[in-house]
Structures are given as C-alpha cells and as structure tokens.
C-alpha cells in the first residue's frame, strides 16, 4: 500500500475530470469532414462527452470535503470484477449485470474482453506494485458495456465504473478490445487516488501520459514483450480505419495516424485551450521519455522503468499542479534512491528527459 494512501491524504481527492480515450477536439475534427451518418454519431459522442463533463464538475462543485481511506477490507492478490450490459443505453446507472467475479465466460464477447482486460490490469498492479485495485483497497473494478449508440469513446468515471462505447465502426470498434486502453483508463483511477494530477495543461497531460505508460505496461506484460520488442502503439485494437493504425505512439509521437499532431520535444509543445489545454496532444512528451527510458534500461519496460514512474506518481512530493521539469525531477530523485545515483537507469531517466527537452529540477 502506498504510504499516502494508507494515511488518508487529502490528494485523493473525489474530484476527477472526464478523461476519455478519445478527446473532444479530434471528434470535432472528424466531424469535420464526415458523410452525413458519421458526422451524426461522431456529434451524438461529443453531446454525450459534454453532459457528462457538465455532470461531473457539478458534483465536485457540491463536494465539500475530500473521502478519506478506509482499512482493507480484503487481502488483495485477486480482482473483484462485475460486467453490465448497458443495452445501448445512455444512462450511467449500471444495467444488467452479465458477469461476475468467477463466473464461466458469457455469450458475448465484449463481456469477455472487458472481464479478462481488467484482470489482466489488476495483475499488473498487484503483481508489479503490489497495488491492490485503483483504490489500492480491492475496489470493485465494474465495466458497462455498450454504452451508447456507435458511441466513439471509452471513460472511467472516477467511482470504479469504467464505460464502453462499441464505436460506428470508422473512427473506433469495439472498445472491450483494448488492453492498454483499459489500463489507461483505470490508470486515470490510480491517478485520482494517488496524485490527484489536475486535468488542465502541463499536469493534465502527465496524467495523461501516466495513463499511457501504465496502460502499455498492462499490455506489454500481458503479452511477456520486452521493451524491444513492443510497438508502443496506444489503441491499436480498437481503431477504425481512420485512425488506423493508432491512436497514439509512445516511441514516434506525432505519427500515429493521418490526425496525430503529438510533438515529441518541448520544441513542439503546444499552447491551446482546446482539450483542457492540449492534454493529450502534449502527453506525447513525456510519453517520448518513458519509452527512451525502457529503451535504454532494456529488458521489460514494467520493471524499472515502471518502478521508477510508479514511485513518481506515489510520490507526496508530486503536487496536483505538476509541472513536466517538476514530474521529471521526481523521476531522476526515484530511479536514484532506488538504484543508485551513477546507476544505468538513473542515467537513463536523466538522458531520456534531456532527449525531449525537459529539464529536470
């Protein structure tokens, strides 16, 4: 358990802001140049996204005082998984429930692939960080899937629930498909519970990022591929033919697709105020940085490498208003208590940063 978990910190605060895999303004700009049906679907997702958005902060707004932990209340080492079947559905309330922890695999196969890839991301914390759930207390890991009509995303909504839209079939597919995307979007979870990374510019995209990085770890480990061996694609299972072949990538930012404008050096950083400030076009950053990290540790990216950006973000000292010199501070200050200070990974995390120009302090 991390010791700032296990002390209740504020940090964790309930506050969370709508982190979906897709982000508003590449919708807006598939829209743009879309047939009539698309154009509808990719539309009907942004209106979903944005009710959602106006949902959530009106509950923070009413939130006056942060959650504070509780004791486990189990011994951790196995999920606890539920899988509902929203029907197409529109409402955030869970459906029918499908599947169970334990129970034999059901007809259909989003319920499956939901059910396996959130077993494989509890595996992953638990058997790497010794992470038990988000929550790091066994939380309940609940999926709900098809969620909307040809609804082009997928989410976590801060409470353990994690949404899966079926896509229309040209800007996503199925997203039950995606490991690393459900790793990313219940990374979003770990994130809220440990750093509480404000979703807004620098910080925003580091959470972001986190997310991206853990979500390939659950991939990569799942898969037993070496940092040598993975592609470092983020989403490759659940794009459409117009985002093939990826959403994002780790190794090359800004080439994932015809539509990927992610810059790989703070050369190329990106002041909007679109997307909360660009968070997930200026992920592509650090992003870039924790690929040369595994790259040039070598052997699995989920060891050190992981280790390193995992005792980053359990870190106190990782304020909510990170910024990328600070985040990358922390990472140098960890991969050095824990390895050394002349160490191959400190000296890679080092040159990593300076790689992308980010300086570290």
């Known amino acids: 358990m991390s010791a700032r978990t ?8 309930s506050r969370h802001s709508l982190a ?40 923070a707004a009413r939130t006056l005082q942060h959650p504070t932990a509780v004791g486990r209340t189990t011994a951790g080492g196995a999920p606890t998984r539920r899988i509902y079947d929203q029907a197409h559905s529109n409402d955030q309330v869970p459906g029918r429930l499908v ?19 959130f077993g494989y991301t509890y595996a992953l914390y638990w058997d790497i960080f010794h992470r038990d759930s988000i929550d790091d207390q066994g939380m309940p890991l609940e999926g709900l899937v098809h969620f909307g009509t040809n609804y082009d995303n ?8 994690m949404f899966f839209g079926d896509g229309d079939g040209k ?28 979703y807004s510019g620098q910080s925003g995209a580091l959470n972001e990022s986190c997310s991206d990085v ?22 490759a299972d659940i794009v459409g033919p ?47 940085a ?14 050190a490498p992981g280790q390193i950006w995992y005792d980053t973000l359990a870190d106190p000292r990782l304020r909510p208003n990170a910024t990328f010199s600070s985040f990358a501070g922390l990472t140098l200050r960890s991969a050095r208590s824990r390895y050394g200070t002349a160490s191959k990974e400190a000296n890679a995390v080092s040159s990593a940063w300076d790689a992308v120009k980010v300086r570290a302090h």
């Open 171 to 198: 800007t996503l597919t199925d997203t039950t498909r995606g490991t690393d995307v459900v790793g990313h979007e219940l990374t979003h979870g770990v994130t809220q519970h440990e750093a509480n990374l404000t």
């Open 99 to 117: 599947r169970s922890e334990g129970d034999p695999p059901d007809a259909d196969h989003s319920v499956n692939q939901a059910y396996d890839n």
């Open 20 to 59: 979906c895999i897709l982000p508003p303004d590449l919708l807006i700009e598939l829209a743009r140049g879309a047939d009539a049906a698309h154009r509808d679907s990719l539309l009907s997702t942004l209106a979903i996204d944005q009710g959602l958005r106006v949902a959530r902060a009106e509950i």
């Open 154 to 161: 997928a989410f976590y909504d801060g409470a353990g629930h």
């Open 214 to 235: 853990f979500g390939v770890l659950v991939k990569q480990y799942h898969l037993g591929q070496s940092a040598q061996q993975a592609d470092w694609l983020i989403g």
């Open 290 to 303: 924790f690929y040369l990290v595994a790259t040039g540790i070598g052997g699995n990216a989920w060891e």
């Open 242 to 288: 117009l985002l093939s072949p990826a959403l994002r990538s780790m190794k090359a930012p800004g080439t994932a697709n015809q539509y990927d404008h992610q810059p790989a050096t703070m050369d190329g950083y990106v002041r909007t105020t679109t997307d909360n400030g660009g968070v997930h076009t200026n992920s592509g950053i650090p992003n870039r």
């Open 6 to 13: 296990a002390q209740g910190s504020p940090r964790a605060a």
